[in-house]
């Protein structure tokens, strides 16, 4: 956004110059991750990203792509740490973990760097207001769907997310997180126009931003979704099994002995969920225990759902899959695989490397697109197992057809950190945006049951050994997300981008 910035009442443009526009980038990018869980300083997104969006008015090309990664360096350096531990607990030395993940995070900061250099070289004739309060926030909404959907996507600390627990909550039964990032996008665009030029004119745009917001979240706050048949009783286990002892040959025989002892009292519920890869073994070596429960299950009228890893196919492929047994029985395998951690991308590319540097990578395959639905106590349930739950587009497939959501995780791949809090707030926007309620099993936690407003109505305190029990009411009937996806939202930045292609024209032609 290279044209002139600033005016004479406004924030005056040598103030963006050099250093000082550096350290407002570095300085939005900090403040964006205390926007989400669990801080959930929500009114922080809008003003982290009005920060770069000044950074950025009035740089040339060079500079805005160095202020645009400072800011994605320092949001994601000081969001998604929590990577390095799940290099540690893949047994990489610490200094390569730590190498690791700065180099994930310089490689994450690429998106807002190289959109800062796009919007500083082509959007340069466009209008200062229709810039900073359409074309950016249009354009970052466009980035953070790149970023959601190349080499299968990493979602976290996308706007959206951040409204999970602010004013804007309603916006995500209608328009998903990208529409409802949008809202905040634009509401930082119209802050940043406020700074430069302060007037009737911009405050009147800032407020018909946040009017129109506030119309769209009142219209989305009505109840999309009704009540379907008798409520479920179900019973969610954390095991608590630490993941460097998760695989220990010794600790097989006590961690099935404690998931057994925890679902104990609970037997006789419609449905008890156990986590992600609760079972310390494939389906092979565990099918005597399996056995075993599917008897006690069936005694008791229950229906467990195990997470279990299976080989299956010729040659045998792994699966990162969970098995429905007692009262009811089906199976699932995990299709949206965590890249880098269940499989490798640009394999010819990349495994040589890996080899080199001796970096363990999982070799799963992922499961069919389409699979035979479970179904508990006369209702579909739909699983998601662990990072399938941070996509939208995943839940939207199951759906409306499926009453209860399920996802089970291991979470304890992230430590004591952040990253189980932000996890389980993106578990909450699929609730909201699906007016499903969700049941969140863990290893170590967070486990919550959540009803179809997005509200964590019981969870369980992280790295203690538990069960949470409950009542959840399948729901039918569609939220507009539900029926149209993200395109609507996404559909929209492209023709907000449409729309300045007059003005860059027009601009074009004044240089000429």
Known sequence: MSAPCGARRGLPAAWLRGWRGDLLALGGGVLLPFAF????WWPLAPLSIAAVFLAWCGASPRRALWRGWLHGVASFGAGVWWIVESFRF???????????????????????????????????????????????????????????????GFTWLQLGYSQVDGPLA???????????????????GALSWLALAPGMRTGLTLLGVLAG???????????????????????????????????????????????????????????????ETALPGHLRTMAPFLEQLDRRAQASGSAVLVGVPEYAG???????????????????????????GEYLPLDTVLRPITRALGIPVSDFAAGAARQQALVVAGHRVAVFICYEIAFGGEVVRALPEAGVLVTVSNDA????????????????????????????????????????????????????????AGRVSPRAGATPYVRTGDWPALGLCVLVLLGAVPALRRAGGARR
């Open 37 to 40: 869980s669990p801080f959930f």
């Open 90 to 152: 893949s047994h990489i030395a610490l200094p390569v973990a730590i190498v690791l993940t700065l180099g994930f995070i310089a490689f994450l900061a690429l998106y807002p760097a190289l959109l800062g250099a796009a919007l500083a070289r082509v959007a340069g004739g466009v209008p200062l207001g229709w810039r900073l309060a359409g074309v950016a926030p249009a354009a970052w909404v466009l980035g953070e769907w790149l970023r959601g959907w190349l080499l299968t």
């Open 170 to 188: 309603a916006l995500l039964p209608l328009a998903g997180v990208y529409g409802a990032g949008l809202a905040v996008a634009a509401a930082a």
């Open 213 to 275: 917001a506030a119309l769209l979240a009142a219209i989305g706050a009505r109840p999309w979704t009704h009540p379907a048949g008798e409520p479920l009783r179900v019973a969610l286990v954390q095991g608590n099994v630490p993941q460097d002892q998760k695989w220990l040959p010794q600790m097989r025989v006590p961690t099935l002995q404690r998931y057994v002892a925890l679902s104990e009292p609970h037997f006789g519920v419609d449905l008890l969920v156990w986590p």
């Open 314 to 340: 010729d040659p045998p492929r792994a699966y990162n899959s969970v098995r429905l047994v007692g009262s009811a029985r089906g199976s699932y395998r995990k299709r949206h695989l965590v890249p880098f």
């Open 413 to 468: 791949w992230f430590g004591d950190s952040v990253g189980p809090h932000q996890h389980l707030q993106m578990a909450r926007a699929r609730a909201l945006e699906s007016g499903r309620a969700l049941l969140r099993s863990t290893n170590t936690g967070i486990t919550a049951l959540i009803d179809h407003r997005g509200r964590a109505v019981a969870r369980l305190p992280q790295f203690q050994a538990a069960a949470l």
